[in-house]
């Protein structure tokens, strides 16, 4: 960050606070109410998945304009589309995205972990395969557990992210003040 970033920076480390503040009003909202923020975790990411797929179809176009592989764009964006949709009328197929994902994961961790010789990256491997998989199973038989586990995730990252930035914005307050602002 350069001296000229600085000044504009520490003027206004109030911003830093309010950020962290509504942050953590976050995450207690989160804790507060689990099923309400999935389904707004869920709205937000059906919105990014819509203007991904968006951008897709975008880039499939210009590439086909440029005379480039255009299809795989193509397939990207209409994949995202249709995500982002069932997504958004159908919030619970969220969790069970995240169980295939947490199963899929692990199986993949532990598949490699067993062509290696013993050893610690071995056993890193197993133990973290091992994690993902009963997380997807736990996840998978019983979803509303997901929901909430998921949401805890989330509203903890926002707690602790919103502490952060808090704190940094009353130090970067001192500095404003060290270099004689008001």
Known sequence: MGRTML???TRHWWILVLRGAIAVLFGIMALTYPPATFEFLAIFIAAYLVLDGLFALVAG????ENHRRWWPFLLEGLADLAAGAVIYFHPDVLILLVAAWAIVTGLMLLAPAFALPGGAGRWFLVVNGLISLVLGIVIALQPMAGVVFVVWLVAIYALLFGAGLIMLGFHVR????ALGGP
């Open 7 to 9: 000044p504009i920076i």
């Open 61 to 64: 176009i210009r590439a086909a």
């Open 174 to 177: 001192s500095l404003h003040r």
